[in-house]
């Protein structure tokens, strides 16, 4: 019998959400779709609106926060997200807004969420490891860098959805302005395929049940190309590492 499962609506620049589900509880990561394009993909992967028990919000960017509020206010659900996200969004009088701390853990239902600050150009971002009894699920997007304590929070997981938004080559030869594209290179920005590659190193894969690239740009990268970082550190194999796409996301995966 599976203990978590786990899935996305889809992942990218034109919006991002992830499931995570664990008995009646099934939490939303971030919310980056109108609210009904959202009851779409939820019923494309089984799933009523009014199951989802609460929306936890990374940063206040609007591929990850645009329907948050809305979906909330509408279901009645619990928005997490920390203070400065909210105040970013003029959100402190939102009625469904859980204000949480950026580096203390905090339970919706069955599952433990721990937020761990993350370097990224937004108010107060965070990403979350969300666990369930002893099984631990990373979810890894929108930080320029990583950190030491960014590494011992996610270097215990399950599973891990990890960001490899873009290929350096072709960011440097894109279309992009120049302030954009070191803003996307930056600290502060998002992790380059090298980068993600780099991460996953200091991670204990022989624990790694499952591996996602996430947050793959559009128009900066290329799905061969982070496959092609990743799989000279992951020892099993290309086709073991599984993508979240934009316009689909991916469908439900098990860790038992």
């Given at each position: 019998?599976?203990?978590?499962?786990?899935?996305?609506?889809?992942?990218g620049?034109?919006?991002?959400?992830?499931?995570?589900?664990?008995?009646?509880?099934?939490?939303?990561?971030d919310c980056?779709?109108?609210?009904?394009?959202?009851?779409?993909r939820?019923?494309?992967?089984?799933?009523?609106?009014?199951q989802?028990?609460a929306?936890?919000?990374?940063?206040?960017?609007?591929?990850?926060?645009?329907g948050?509020?809305?979906?909330?206010?509408?279901?009645?659900?619990?928005?997490?997200?920390?203070?400065?996200?909210?105040?970013?969004?003029?959100?402190?009088?939102h009625?469904?807004?859980a204000?949480?701390?950026?580096?203390?853990?905090?339970?919706v239902?069955?599952?433990?969420?721990?937020?761990?600050?993350?370097?990224h150009?937004?108010?107060?971002p965070?990403?979350?490891?969300?666990?369930?009894?002893?099984?631990?699920?990373?979810?890894?997007?929108?930080?320029?860098?990583?950190?030491?304590?960014?590494?011992?929070?996610?270097?215990q997981?399950?599973?891990?959805?990890?960001?490899?938004?873009?290929?350096?080559?072709?960011?440097?030869?894109?279309p992009?302005?120049?302030?954009?594209?070191?803003?996307?290179?930056g600290?502060?920005?998002?992790?380059n395929?090298?980068?993600?590659?780099?991460?996953?190193?200091?991670?204990?894969?022989?624990?790694?049940?499952h591996?996602?690239?996430?947050?793959?740009s559009?128009?900066?990268?290329?799905?061969?190309?982070?496959?092609?970082?990743?799989v000279?550190?992951?020892?099993?194999?290309?086709?073991?590492i599984?993508?979240?796409?934009q316009?689909?996301?991916?469908?439900?995966?098990?860790?038992?």
């Amino acid at each position: 019998m599976s203990i978590i499962e786990f899935a996305s609506l889809g992942s990218g620049s034109k919006g991002n959400a992830t499931l995570v589900k664990a008995e009646d509880t099934i939490i939303m990561i971030d919310c980056g779709f109108t609210v009904k394009e959202t009851e779409i993909r939820l019923a494309a992967l089984g799933l009523e609106a009014s199951q989802v028990s609460a929306v936890l919000v990374t940063h206040e960017h609007g591929d990850h926060i645009k329907g948050a509020a809305p979906f909330a206010r509408r279901y009645k659900i619990p928005v997490y997200m920390t203070y400065g996200t909210a105040r970013a969004k003029s959100l402190e009088a939102h009625q469904q807004l859980a204000l949480i701390c950026s580096h203390e853990p905090f339970k919706v239902g069955a599952l433990s969420i721990q937020p761990v600050i993350v370097p990224h150009d937004a108010q107060e971002p965070v990403q979350f490891v969300v666990q369930y009894h002893n099984k631990r699920l990373g979810v890894l997007t929108d930080l320029g860098s990583y950190t030491p304590y960014v590494v011992n929070h996610y270097k215990q997981c399950d599973a891990l959805l990890l960001e490899c938004n873009h290929d350096l080559t072709m960011l440097r030869n894109g279309p992009y302005p120049p302030s954009l594209k070191h803003r996307v290179a930056g600290n502060y920005g998002h992790l380059n395929n090298q980068q993600a590659a780099d991460f996953l190193r200091q991670v204990d894969q022989d624990r790694l049940q499952h591996l996602v690239v996430s947050h793959v740009s559009e128009q900066n990268n290329q799905v061969e190309l982070a496959l092609d970082e990743l799989v000279q550190v992951c020892a099993k194999g290309r086709d073991w590492i599984k993508v979240a796409k934009q316009d689909e996301g991916f469908s439900w995966l098990a860790i038992n």
